[in-house]
């Protein structure tokens, strides 16, 4: 029972949970050949439903299928797989610590807020080339400069949006 | 002494907390708050927030992913 709260239902340390996911990211780089990245996923995605329903994407300019592999599709890629499990592997955590749950949506103004700050966010990531993940989290370690100054501008724009959200949304 | 209740029931990350701290400021000192939360970060952040405050505090899970933290302001 002890070993069980500590493993599974007790939060892990912000020490293990960054040395693991080190570790992890280490091991990615060395099968795949591309270190962890989230959003080209819904990049990818999002292509893909554009083409579906007749809106052609030039994918000369934006250099799409650069990233993609001989036998990954835009569909089915590396990234849409890490995407797919980390859902997959976070369910399983909430799950093994009993505390899945369905959460609803509270009010009109949460459901406006996040869609329109989903909507900043996929948008800035695509025009910076990654999210806090492909930037920071293996962009720096890559000796990429521009995850620096993504993580730069990340630290103006979060303090910009915690003094908004103290001043006009709650 | 007062029982304040805050329903932070579907909300995430750092609202929990910034509703907490708001509602600490207005309380006089021997109230409880009673903070009803579904976001399992707002355990480990309040109860580190809560603790460099040196305020005292407990919390229940009440239900599967679900919590109800209490504060005493002193």
Redesign the interface.
Known sequence: MRVYQKVFKN?WSYMIGGGILALLNILLLAATGTPWRVTGGFFYWGIWLFETFGVMVNTDISGVYDGLGPSETLLFNTVSILNLSVILGAMLS?LS?????R????NKK?LIVGISGGFLMGYGARISFGCNVGSVFSGIPSFSLHGWIFWIFLTIGAYIG?KI??KYL? | MKEIYLDCMYEVCPIPLIKASKELKKMEIGDLLIMKTDHNCSITNVIEWVEKQKLKMDYVEIDEGEWEIYIEKT
Do not use: W
Not at chain 1, 103 to 106: D, E, Q
């Open positions: 939060p909430a610590s009993n505390e899945f749950k959460r609803k949506i509270k949460q915690a959200l103290m709650l």
